[in-house]
């Protein structure tokens, strides 16, 4: 529903997912980005009581989507999928190298386009009048993709990024996790934390985004195994939730967590509980409760 899924894909295949929960990580930004600013206004401003912060998934995730809705209300373009590249940019793609990596390349500006067809060795490219603008060269674009990669097939991926890094081309590699472990970045930025995990044992964890120079974050726990905090977590719940004949939650149920928060739809009115759970799992769950936006309230 916020509009990325549509875009995402090759123009002649169906739309695609994101290979990851981005909805769920992005929603979770702005809640917390949402949260300090309701707390600066309430330092700030000297206010007695807090206030509602209100994320939903679909928003956050079509607050990334750029010019879409303009381009739609002024000249009616309906975005569509155009695979790796860029749309109306031209040559901005992914390339496949002669040791099967792939290297992302743009080349948008006049000035950068020569840079780069110099460099793979076709500098007539640069004065030919079919590659004059970006507007030319979106034209053109699949022409263009075809003769860069004619090229960097037969360069290793190092040896692509080394050449266009020379002349100053917007170049970058295409990592899988395998490439992250090894990067000598991830591991000097302290980007991979050693977890001991009940029943599994060590564990590489990704690091803490981001990072604080006078207050640097850390992870004092990592969760214990399944269903270890149920009883804790459960404690002190007043919220009424379908429970086995000796009170306990019923393996599969969602745990309650003692936090005030408001569950309901959007335009309706509000239940108040004691439970954190988001809009979607409920009604997975519990069909018979109000779908509708996750709502915190008095928490701040």
């Known amino acids: 529903m916020g509009g990325i899924r549509y875009v995402t894909g090759e123009p002649d295949r169906p739309p695609v997912q994101t290979g990851i929960s981005?909805?769920?990580?992005?929603?979770?930004?702005?809640?917390?980005?949402?949260?300090?600013?309701?707390?600066?206004?309430?330092?700030?401003?000297?206010?007695?009581?807090?206030?509602?912060?209100?994320?939903?998934?679909?928003?956050?995730?079509?607050?990334?989507?750029?010019?879409?809705?303009?381009?739609?209300?002024?000249?009616?373009?309906?975005?569509?999928?155009?695979?790796?590249?860029?749309?109306?940019?031209?040559?901005?793609?992914?390339?496949?190298?002669?040791?099967?990596?792939?290297?992302?390349?743009?080349?948008?500006?006049?000035?950068?386009?020569?840079?780069?067809?110099?460099?793979?060795?076709?500098?007539?490219?640069?004065?030919?009048?079919?590659?004059?603008?970006?507007?030319?060269?979106?034209?053109?674009?699949?022409?263009?993709?075809?003769?860069?990669?004619?090229?960097?097939?037969?360069?290793?991926?190092?040896?692509?990024?080394?050449?266009?890094?020379?002349?100053?081309?917007?170049?970058?590699?295409?990592?899988?996790?395998?490439?992250?472990?090894?990067?000598?970045q991830y591991q000097a930025r302290e980007m991979f934390l050693d977890a001991e995990i009940d029943g599994i044992g060590p564990v590489k964890t990704p690091g803490l985004v981001p990072k604080l120079s006078e207050t640097p974050s850390e992870v004092k726990w990592y969760g214990g195994s399944s269903g270890s905090t149920t009883t804790r977590s459960t404690a002190g719940s007043s919220a009424s939730r379908p429970r086995n004949s000796s009170g306990s939650p019923r393996k599969g149920d969602l745990v309650d967590i003692p936090v005030s928060v408001e569950v309901g739809p959007r335009d309706g009115p509000q239940r108040e509980g004691t439970n954190i759970l988001a809009s979607d799992m409920i009604a997975a769950r519990y069909p018979s409760r109000p779908r509708g936006s996750l709502r915190l309230s008095r928490l701040l």
């Open 22 to 184: 981005l909805g769920d990580a992005l929603a979770s930004l702005y809640a917390v980005i949402a949260a300090l600013m309701a707390v600066h206004a309430r330092d700030a401003r000297g206010r007695s009581e807090g206030q509602v912060v209100d994320v939903a998934l679909y928003e956050a995730v079509f607050n990334l989507m750029e010019s879409m809705i303009r381009e739609y209300d002024v000249a009616g373009i309906v975005r569509e999928r155009t695979g790796a590249a860029l749309p109306r940019i031209a040559p901005s793609n992914s390339y496949c190298t002669g040791d099967g990596s792939y290297v992302a390349v743009g080349a948008k500006s006049n000035a950068i386009f020569k840079r780069l067809v110099k460099a793979i060795g076709r500098p007539e490219l640069g004065d030919d009048p079919r590659y004059e603008t970006n507007a030319d060269r979106t034209e053109h674009a699949e022409e263009l993709d075809e003769l860069i990669e004619d090229w960097t097939r037969w360069h290793t991926s190092d040896e692509v990024l080394h050449i266009l890094e020379e002349v100053d081309v917007p170049v970058g590699p295409i990592y899988s996790v395998t490439d992250i472990v090894e990067d000598p």
